[in-house]
């Protein structure tokens, strides 16, 4: 489904709900009240993860905010994870430098465990050497998951 359409499907229900006087419990949004975390979608390339906080604390005070980026480039990708203090949810349909916005609950965000270096590196080991590294064709660099040892 168009990503523009899923936004006014869910800001159609949010409003019929308020017109017929839904209660909390009875709402669609009930269901992911033990969830603090809400996927943001479309989220223009340049922003930061400082931009989303500036943006997203209009809705409230945020603890958690995941810029998913490419692992082999670094560059976002056009998605986030944020968590809110009281699981608020306002900005579905926002425009963002010209960007419409997504904005939904996530049930169950998983929160990938951080890694040191010395973890990292100690994995690349364990999986072996990477094969296009040895051939000088490697373009994965620190998001290769095998070790670029030359040895």
């Not at 990503?3 to 209660?23: C, F, M, W, Y």
Request: aromatic share 8%; net charge neutral; with cysteine.
């Amino acid at each position: 489904m168009n990503p523009l359409t899923q936004v006014k499907r869910i800001q159609h229900i949010n409003s019929k709900e308020a017109d017929l006087g839904i209660s909390d419990d009875a709402s669609w949004h009930a269901k992911y009240k033990d969830s603090a975390y809400v996927y943001v979608g479309g989220i223009p390339f340049d922003l930061t993860e400082g931009d989303l906080l500036a943006v997203f604390a209009q809705c409230g005070e945020i603890v958690d905010v995941n810029l998913v980026r490419d692992k082999g480039t670094g560059k976002p990708r056009g998605f986030a994870f944020v968590a809110y203090e009281d699981q608020r949810n306002n900005l579905n349909g926002a425009q963002i430098l010209g960007r419409t916005i997504r904005v939904d609950h996530v049930a169950k965000y998983k929160k990938k465990e951080e890694e040191d270096e010395e973890t990292r590196q100690r994995m690349r080991e364990e999986r072996g050497v990477c094969r296009a590294f040895q051939r000088g064709e490697c373009t994965r660099g620190d998001g290769c998951k095998f070790s670029h040892n030359e040895q």
